[in-house]
């Protein structure tokens, strides 16, 4: 594996206070300037090559579109984003184009068209605009933004998310924005339709200014706004530069060698609202000059047989999902040869991020990787935030075991300052965002003293005497807290743990305890894996599954081995609820990668964390168990 990924030789200093500095000693590479500049130069040198591809319904023919037809349809419509105007104002940071839809390839030619403007970019999460009672978030996000366009593929589904926006932007004082739609109609709403843009001409006058804006563009031009989860409040817009995406791509190339010696190719679900998909995965691609697949499935019952379609008929070299997903693809592998065999073929690496991967989860994917490939195939993390663009910390040495996110990339330093016996991980470069839009003290608070983004995230060494084997994920410093004796809960930590001993029945937990004499959990029920062990669940809902005396039973062996395995009152739990409703992604209980928020789910329901200390608990450790 060491030809594939990069072998890197760190700069450590520490400090007498404990403050820790760690650095690469290399220096990135020059690189193209932007992200425009980057479709550009492949519709230049391979415009014949496949950017993208989507299946317009399950089982479809793939359609692709070439890089060179990329830029011709991306340039159509950022000049229609030239030379819009209204009252005077014209699109740029103040008024942004905003996209309400998911992933698809209109979705990425108005992205990309919108920074060939120099007009930032902002996907919103489409649950702010279908799954929500009161599109309140989206609202804040509108009145925020004023957008000058409103994008949406199917104009009627969105149609009531639309008029919120609407209403917000006349709201904030601003000038109704455009409304762009693949699919126009919509009773009430006026709309342009992207395919009258896509077939206007382009004269020589408008290619020249294509070209003008592209050069134009500098380091500090805003690409993007993107979006914090919103779990305490309205979502943050974090600014994202040319320079954050690019100098990013660049840690990314140098890290991943083997984007250096071939085009890469991916077959990703993941939304590109969300940085890790929108910024690492979707940019990747582009930068490399590679091939993406838009895969329409998801790692749930109803969506994950379209992945694994997908997966069967191409052959990726990049892979990622979270633990659940790869839980569903591992129990469909080991059923599938075939499937294995397409899969992993081209592998280079198999990511997970967004919660923690279940240890017998890991040990079957690694099996089936070595059986099938012949060799070890990387299962490896990372760490990074929307701040950060987001590739930051990244683990590229096989482990036999789930955990370790790495190292600091190229690029960027990392300082790790004491706090409350932990080591608080804070970063300084070029993908570092310069702050929040609009938001003057949020973006202060961010930042130390010597111009370090704080991330809120500790960090623990996998090898104390040696930093450079990498580190673990301790948990957020803010979801940190002390017991009634003044014990400190590492809760990051001790979330993980539980997920792996409880062998796949909890999906996630939210440890509760804050002031109080001992720990308790909230868990939130893994139905497939429920209804694997108990087939008689199969189908049922969160509450009937939690009422099943079989499963309750179950899970009370298991807390009592999780108890007599624990160390300290810090780290045992003594007391389980069972969450009988789904996080609500309106109340920032859920994010949009599936794992569950700990502190806004503590917020949101007092009731359930206060009956753990009532004598009323759904699970308490079973005496008999071994």
Same mark, same amino acid.
């Given at each position: 594996?060491?030809?594939?990924? &990069?072998?890197?030789?760190?700069?450590?200093? #520490?400090?007498?206070?404990?403050?820790? /500095?760690?650095?690469?000693?290399?220096?990135?590479?020059?690189?193209?300037?932007?992200?425009?500049?980057?479709?550009?130069?492949?519709?230049?040198?391979?415009?014949?090559?496949? &950017?993208?591809?989507?299946?317009?319904?399950?089982? !479809?023919?793939?359609?692709?579109?070439? /890089?060179?037809?990329?830029?011709?349809?991306?340039?159509?419509?950022?000049?229609?984003?030239?030379?819009?105007?209204?009252?005077?104002?014209?699109?740029?940071?103040?008024?942004? =184009?905003?996209?309400?839809?998911?992933?698809?390839?209109?979705?990425?030619?108005?992205?990309?068209?919108?920074?060939? %403007?120099?007009?930032?970019?902002?996907?919103?999460?489409?649950? /702010?605009?279908?799954?929500?009672?009161?599109?309140?978030?989206?609202?804040?996000?509108?009145?925020?933004?004023?957008?000058?366009?409103?994008?949406?593929?199917?104009?009627?589904?969105?149609?009531?998310?639309?008029?919120?926006?609407?209403?917000?932007?006349?709201?904030?004082?601003?000038?109704?924005?455009?409304?762009?739609?693949?699919?126009?109609?919509?009773?009430?709403?006026?709309?342009?339709?992207?395919?009258? &843009?896509?077939?206007?001409?382009?004269?020589?006058?408008?290619?020249?200014?294509?070209?003008?804006?592209?050069?134009?563009?500098?380091?500090?031009?805003?690409?993007?706004?993107?979006?914090?989860?919103?779990?305490?409040?309205?979502?943050?817009?974090?600014?994202? #530069?040319?320079?954050?995406?690019?100098?990013?791509?660049?840690?990314?190339? @140098?890290?991943?060698?083997?984007?250096?010696?071939?085009?890469?190719?991916?077959?990703?679900?993941?939304?590109?609202?969300?940085?890790?998909?929108?910024?690492?995965? *979707?940019?990747? =691609?582009?930068?490399?000059?590679?091939? *993406?697949?838009?895969?329409?499935?998801?790692?749930?019952?109803?969506?994950?047989?379209?992945?694994?379609?997908?997966?069967?008929?191409? $052959?990726?070299?990049?892979?990622?999902?979270?633990?659940?997903?790869?839980?569903?693809?591992?129990?469909?592998?080991?059923?599938?040869?075939?499937?294995?065999?397409?899969?992993?073929?081209?592998?280079?690496?198999?990511?997970? %991020?967004?919660?923690?991967?279940?240890?017998?989860?890991?040990?079957?994917?690694? @099996?089936?990787?070595?059986?099938?490939?012949?060799?070890?195939?990387?299962? %490896?993390?990372?760490?990074? $935030?929307?701040?950060? !663009?987001?590739?930051?910390?990244?683990?590229?040495?096989?482990? @036999?075991?789930?955990?370790?996110?790495?190292?600091?990339?190229?690029?960027?330093?990392?300082?790790?300052?004491?706090?409350?016996?932990?080591?608080?991980?804070?970063?300084?470069?070029?993908?570092?965002?310069?702050? /929040?839009?609009?938001?003057?003290?949020?973006?202060?608070?961010?930042?130390?003293?010597?111009?370090?983004?704080?991330?809120?995230? %500790?960090?623990?060494?996998?090898?104390?005497?040696?930093?450079?084997?990498?580190?673990?994920?301790?948990?957020?410093?803010?979801?940190?807290?002390? +017991?009634?004796?003044?014990?400190?809960?590492?809760?990051?930590?001790?979330?993980?743990?539980?997920?792996?001993?409880?062998?796949?029945?909890?999906?996630?937990?939210?440890?509760?305890?804050?002031?109080?004499?001992?720990?308790g959990a909230l868990g939130l029920l893994s139905l497939q894996e429920v209804a694997a062990q108990f087939p008689q669940l199969a189908g049922?809902?969160? !509450?009937?599954?939690?009422?099943?005396?079989? +499963?309750?039973?179950?899970l009370a062996e298991l807390l009592a081995r999780h108890g007599k395995a624990a160390s300290g009152s810090s780290n045992r739990v003594v007391?389980?609820?069972?969450?009988?409703?789904?996080?609500?992604?309106?109340?920032?209980?859920?994010?949009?990668?599936?794992? =569950?928020?700990?502190?806004?789910?503590? !917020?949101?329901?007092?009731?359930?964390?206060?009956?753990?200390?009532?004598?009323?608990?759904?699970?308490?450790?079973?005496?008999?168990?071994?």
């Open positions: 594996m060491t030809h594939d990924f &990069w072998q890197p030789e760190f700069d450590i200093e #520490t400090r007498p206070d404990g403050t820790i /500095y760690m650095r690469e000693t290399s220096a990135l590479a020059s690189h193209l300037p932007n992200m425009p500049a980057c479709l550009r130069h492949w519709a230049e040198t391979a415009p014949d090559r496949v &950017w993208l591809a989507e299946r317009p319904h399950p089982g !479809a023919d793939w359609v692709r579109l070439s /890089y060179g037809e990329a830029f011709k349809q991306a340039s159509r419509i950022a000049h229609q984003f030239l030379g819009w105007e209204k009252n005077g104002q014209q699109l740029g940071p103040d008024r942004p =184009v905003m996209i309400l839809s998911g992933n698809s390839i209109d979705h990425a030619l108005v992205m990309l068209a919108s920074q060939v %403007a120099a007009v930032p970019g902002a996907a919103v999460s489409p649950g /702010y605009s279908l799954l929500s009672d009161d599109h309140g978030k989206l609202r804040d996000l509108a009145g925020l933004l004023k957008p000058g366009v409103v994008y949406c593929d199917q104009l009627a589904p969105f149609a009531a998310a639309v008029q919120a926006v609407l209403e917000a932007v006349a709201e904030a004082g601003a000038s109704p924005p455009l409304i762009l739609a693949r699919e126009p109609e919509a009773e009430g709403l006026e709309a342009e339709a992207l395919a009258d &843009w896509l077939a206007s001409p382009l004269e020589t006058e408008a290619r020249a200014a294509i070209a003008a804006s592209i050069d134009r563009l500098r380091a500090e031009s805003i690409g993007k706004f993107m979006f914090t989860s919103g779990s305490t409040g309205s979502p943050k817009a974090v600014i994202i #530069t040319q320079e954050m995406m690019v100098s990013n791509q660049q840690m990314i190339r @140098e890290c991943f060698t083997f984007l250096q010696q071939q085009p890469p190719i991916v077959l990703d679900w993941c939304p590109w609202h969300h940085t890790a998909a929108g910024n690492k995965v *979707f940019n990747m =691609v582009l930068f490399n000059g590679g091939s *993406f697949y838009i895969d329409d499935g998801k790692p749930s019952g109803a969506k994950i047989g379209e992945t694994i379609a997908n997966l069967k008929d191409i $052959s990726p070299h990049y892979y990622f999902n979270v633990p659940v997903g790869w839980e569903m693809l591992v129990e469909a592998m080991e059923k599938d040869a075939d499937l294995c065999q397409s899969m992993l073929s081209n592998m280079k690496i198999m990511m997970y %991020a967004g919660a923690a991967m279940p240890q017998p989860v890991w040990d079957r994917l690694q @099996e089936i990787a070595r059986r099938t490939t012949g060799h070890d195939v990387l299962l %490896a993390s990372g760490l990074g $935030s929307t701040e950060t !663009a987001p590739f930051a910390l990244m683990c590229t040495t096989g482990s @036999e075991a789930s955990g370790n996110i790495g190292v600091p990339v190229r690029g960027l330093e990392l300082k790790l300052v004491p706090n409350q016996g932990k080591l608080e991980a804070r970063l300084k470069g070029p993908s570092i965002t310069p702050g /929040y839009w609009l938001a003057e003290a949020a973006t202060k608070d961010s930042f130390d003293e010597e111009g370090f983004y704080k991330m809120g995230d %500790a960090l623990r060494p996998v090898d104390p005497d040696d930093l450079t084997v990498g580190f673990y994920f301790d948990g957020r410093v803010a979801e940190n807290f002390k +017991l009634q004796t003044g014990t400190w809960v590492a809760v990051g930590a001790l979330r993980a743990q539980l997920v792996n001993q409880f062998g796949g029945l909890l999906q996630d937990v939210v440890i509760v305890g804050e002031n109080k004499p001992y720990l049922a809902s969160l !509450a009937e599954a939690a009422d099943h005396q079989g +499963l309750q039973d179950r007391a389980l609820n069972l969450l009988r409703t789904p996080p609500s992604l309106d109340k920032g209980e859920l994010t949009d990668k599936g794992s =569950v928020n700990q502190r806004a789910v503590i !917020a949101n329901r007092p009731e359930e964390a206060e009956k753990l200390y009532q004598g009323e608990a759904d699970i308490l450790p079973s005496e008999q168990a071994s």
